[in-house]
């Protein structure tokens, strides 16, 4: 009875308390409410500032760069064409071609790597002895980069000293010089040096499914085929989501194994948009031509990125 | 068809024993409850019968089978887990026909099935939702929906209503109770809450530390615990336990320890001087202290706890130590600080020896 009544006690202290001692001293909530909002701009304001400069203006510039040919020859004055240049650009075949290339590399990479991924990541989980060595060397990927990985596999590949050759396999042309097999073999870099990534992303994806949602189905009669498929695959699908999404927006931002490998070539076959828009301003030194690609490109990630953002919002109250 | 029987079963996780030789008969139709503090090795011993885990040694007959061997799946039993372990990805119905979806059942018979289970767990307003759409109560029920809609011929439960607030608690205890009645299966109840396995089951099995200590009837494991352990680990509030050695007093055998003695029954006193224990543990229960003018022990009331329909009486010996009283609330209430004088019937004394806690029974 005595801890009862201390109970109801304690709860009207605290109560009373809310209402005595916060009503009567609160400012007007108007004002209170602008200063906060004044407040919380002048904290957002260095990260503006950085945005601002290094994001929205470039941005910006480029988007109206596109609408300004640049001269055959340097020196002449750039000439004001409205939206004729991205109509011109956008429509072109080279323009086409190369994101039919970004998105067959895209559809080369994204699926292979994330299937590999995730099979790695189940061996991975299961509870045997050793099995953290496997799971350093599954993930060792994550630490080199996409310059390393396209050297090692640029030596695989090469026609004198590569693994091909000692193998006793010698393509003509060599398979980076090979239109068919030169996209496949960058993908194949790309998979190989993403799959660290991949794998430890699916196995916190697989970590994250309670141990007894599968006990409960190895109970309910359910084999490893029918729990992978009908549980660890539909709980995994939000990571699964997510990766697709990540390796697009990779796939379409690939430069360094391109630029490493092909330049681009042979016959155009590996001419992804980012080494597009390299070359056009490079090469080419057609600013105006590359800031509508730029833009094109933008467009693409970003529309990829709102995707992935909505279905995160969505995530959040899937939640258990 | 759904007697389990455990036969010397032992589990360990590298070094750790978490099933120390378990030997255990549980008959068709039985409610068994497996009791034991926090991390004594109930849920282990359940997942070994489960096949969830397989025994460092020992077998696990099923049936009329060993089914060391056989795949939980195959083992013909359903379990529901402490959380519940719904597929949060499928609806309620999804969750309860999953059992019979694995299995190959025709549609038709599974909607029947489904709909059986829902009714007899109310849940028919209910099978369109996800589980995250449920409160804790309905996510139980799911789960128990799950584990009845196949007609296992047992039940394993592991603390099933240790999520559940106290009110739902004691109603979802009576109508588990109800269910299996009905169903007439096999039930292995895990639990760590006294009042469930007093109440719930046909026969209690105690554990500590991987080891069975006692395996009754409720009523007989509160009357007469095996061991120390169980004496203290069953009732509440808990039996008080005194060391010390059998004396003379004016012709009576009686237990003297450091804060007085307790008069013995002449069989118990002859038991216990038979039994050869160097030294004594005496355990009376607080319902069997009753004051009284000649009573044995004195003591000081230290704490009166009123519980409504009755009080424990949290009172001292001379040698401080501490000696709880229960009292129906009808009597007036003690003051605190008095001084009293407590006797208990010998009949309803407990003897056991100090080093192998092993009960002392009057011979
Ligand atoms: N998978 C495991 N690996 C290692 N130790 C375990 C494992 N499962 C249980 N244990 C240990 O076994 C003992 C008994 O655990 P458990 O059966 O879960 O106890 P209870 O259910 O009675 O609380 C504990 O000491 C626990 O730490
Ligand atoms: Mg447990």
């Known amino acids: 009875m005595s801890t009862i009544d201390g109970g109801a006690t304690l709860g009207e202290t605290r109560s009373s308390a809310v209402v005595g001692v916060e009503e009567p001293k609160r400012p007007p909530r108007s004002r209170r409410r602008m200063r906060e909002i004044g407040l919380a701009y002048l904290l957002l304001l260095p990260s503006l500032v950085i945005f601002g400069v290094f994001i929205f203006y470039p941005f910006l510039r480029n988007f109206y760069l596109g609408f300004y040919r640049t001269p055959p020859f340097p020196g002449l004055p750039m000439r004001y064409v409205g939206f004729d240049q991205y109509r011109d650009v956008l429509t072109s075949t080279d323009f086409l071609d190369s994101v039919k290339t970004t998105v067959l590399f895209m559809i080369m990479t994204v699926p292979a790597g994330i299937a590999l991924g995730l099979g790695l990541a189940v061996l991975a989980h299961q509870r045997l002895k050793g099995i953290g060595v496997y799971r350093t060397i599954f993930s060792s990927t994550v630490a080199t980069s996409v310059a390393v990985a396209s050297v090692i596999f640029g030596t695989l590949f090469n026609p004198v000293v590569g693994l091909l050759p000692w193998l006793g396999v010698n393509p003509r042309p060599p398979i980076l010089d090979n239109p068919q097999w030169a996209l496949p073999a960058v993908a194949l870099v790309t998979i190989w040096q993403t799959l660290g990534l991949t794998f430890i992303l699916m196995s916190s994806g697989l970590q994250a499914i309670p141990d007894e949602i599968h006990e409960a189905a190895r109970v309910d009669g359910a084999g490893a085929g029918t729990r992978f498929w009908k549980i660890t695959i539909p709980l995994l699908s939000p990571t699964i989501f997510f990766a697709v999404v990540i390796g697009g927006i990779f796939a379409f931002q690939t430069f360094g194994q391109i630029d490493l490998l092909t330049q681009g070539g042979p016959l155009k076959k590996t001419n992804v948009l980012t080494y597009f828009v390299y070359r056009t301003l490079r090469t080419e030194n057609n600013d105006g031509k590359a800031a509508v690609l730029a833009v094109a490109l933008f467009t693409i990630t970003m529309t990829l990125t709102l995707v992935q953002m909505r279905f995160l919002e969505r995530r959040v109250h899937y939640g258990r | ?363």
Request: some cysteine.
């Open chain 2, 1 to 363: 068809m759904g007697r389990v029987v455990l036969d010397h079963v032992t589990k360990k996780f590298d070094e750790v024993v978490a099933v120390d030789d378990l030997s255990l008969e549980i008959e068709d139709r039985e409610f068994l409850v497996l009791l034991g503090p926090s991390g004594c090795g109930k849920s282990t011993a359940l997942r070994v019968i489960a096949g969830l885990e397989d025994p460092t040694s020992g077998t696990v007959t099923i049936g009329d089978r060993v089914v060391n061997d056989v795949e939980p799946k195959d083992r013909d039993i359903a379990m529901v887990f402490q959380s519940y372990a719904l597929y949060p990805h499928m609806s309620v119905r999804k969750n309860i026909e999953f059992p019979l979806r694995t299995r190959h059942v025709e549609p038709a018979d599974r909607q029947i099935a489904v709909n059986e289970a829902a009714v007899a767990l109310g849940l028919v307003g209910l099978l369109n939702r996800k589980p995250a759409q449920l409160s804790g109560g309905q996510r139980q029920r799911v789960a128990l929906a799950r584990a009845i809609v196949r007609r296992p011929a047992v039940f394993l439960m592991d603390e099933p209503l240790s999520n559940l607030d106290a009110q739902l608690r004691i109603q979802t205890r009576a109508e588990l109770i109800e269910l299996q009645r009905n169903l007439q299966t096999t039930v292995v109840y895990v639990t760590h809450d006294q009042v469930e396995a007093m109440t719930m089951g046909h026969r209690i099995a105690i554990m500590n530390d991987g080891v069975l200590q006692q395996v009754g009837p409720p009523q007989s494991v509160y009357e007469r615990p095996a061991n120390l352990f169980v004496a203290r680990f069953i009732g509440n509030p808990p039996m008080n336990t005194m060391e010390g050695r059998v004396v003379d007093r004016e012709g009576v055998r009686a237990v003297e320890f450091e804060g007085g003695c307790l008069p013995l029954d002449p069989a118990h006193a002859a038991a216990a001087e038979a039994s050869g224990a160097k030294s004594l543990v005496v355990g009376v229960r607080p319902e069997h202290l009753a004051f009284s003018d000649d009573g044995a022990l004195h003591a000081v009331i230290t704490v009166v706890e009123s519980l409504g329909h009755e009080r424990h009486l949290i009172c001292r010996l001379t040698d401080g130590q501490m000696i709880i009283v229960r009292q129906g609330s009808d009597v007036p209430r003690p003051a605190e600080g008095t001084a009293v004088r407590l006797a208990a019937d010998p009949m309803h004394l407990h003897v056991f020896d100090a080093v192998t806690e092993r009960r002392i029974d009057p011979r």
